[in-house]
């Protein structure tokens, strides 16, 4: 919840929800389509012999619950700091050393190839909203289309590659394949749709 409340203050609170509409509708049709051909065959054998291990339920006191929440935060931060401050970083370098007139011409919301060039430029990159953010919001104020930096954030967030690599580890060639194509053909969908309609949410 906390990633959609950065994103309505950076944007406003109609791209934040639209954001999260079109990200759960990606899924689910992507879903739908792998589901649809079959493609159980093409992953590890190991992930099916897994099996679930049943636990019994915890309880917890009340302190005990504070205390986890504070172990949780502190493992978030941790985890996601770095990534701030390299996020902050490129956008801080986007904002101040980059002209309007390069953002503009290589992602303005007029060029036909900027959506598709932003979420190429994203998968290789790993992070999370939190680092994405001060980058998307430098690239806005010089003049990239909304689209095509939600593209860039999608790209960044669902298709990395060192997610890509972890997900070779449990399916094979082919369905990582299908699954990337998917994902990256919806994500620039939703640039295009994002751009077209961009004045809707503004």
């Known amino acids: 919840m906390q ?41 590890e054998p190991f992930v099916h012999s897994n099996k679930m291990i049943e636990t019994e339920e ?4 009340t302190s005990e619950r504070i205390e986890y929440a504070k172990y949780q935060v502190l493992e978030i931060i941790k985890k996601v700091w770095i990534y701030i401050l390299i996020g902050v970083g490129i956008g801080a370098g986007i904002h101040n ?19 598709i060039v932003a979420t190429l430029v994203g998968v290789p ?12 919001e430098a690239l806005v104020l010089k003049g990239a289309g909304l689209g095509t930096v939600l593209s860039f954030m999608m790209g960044v967030t669902a298709l990395s590659l060192p997610s890509i690599i972890l997900l070779k580890k449990v399916v094979k060639t082919k369905l990582l394949t299908i699954f990337v194509g998917i994902v990256a053909l919806g994500i620039i969908i939703c640039g295009y749709a994002f751009n077209a309609f961009s004045y809707l949410l503004m």
């Open 58 to 61: 915890e309880e917890l006191t």
């Open 125 to 136: 990159m790993y992070a999370d909203i939190f680092g994405t953010l001060p980058i998307a």
């Open 3 to 43: 990633d959609y409340q950065l994103l309505a203050s950076i944007f406003n609170w109609k791209i934040a929800i639209a954001y999260v509409i079109v990200g759960l509708v990606l899924a689910v049709i992507g879903g739908t389509i792998i589901s649809k051909l079959k493609l159980e065959e093409y992953v």
């Open 97 to 115: 050393y980059i002209p309007e007139s390069v953002i503009n011409a290589v992602l303005g919301q007029d060029k036909w190839y900027s959506v």
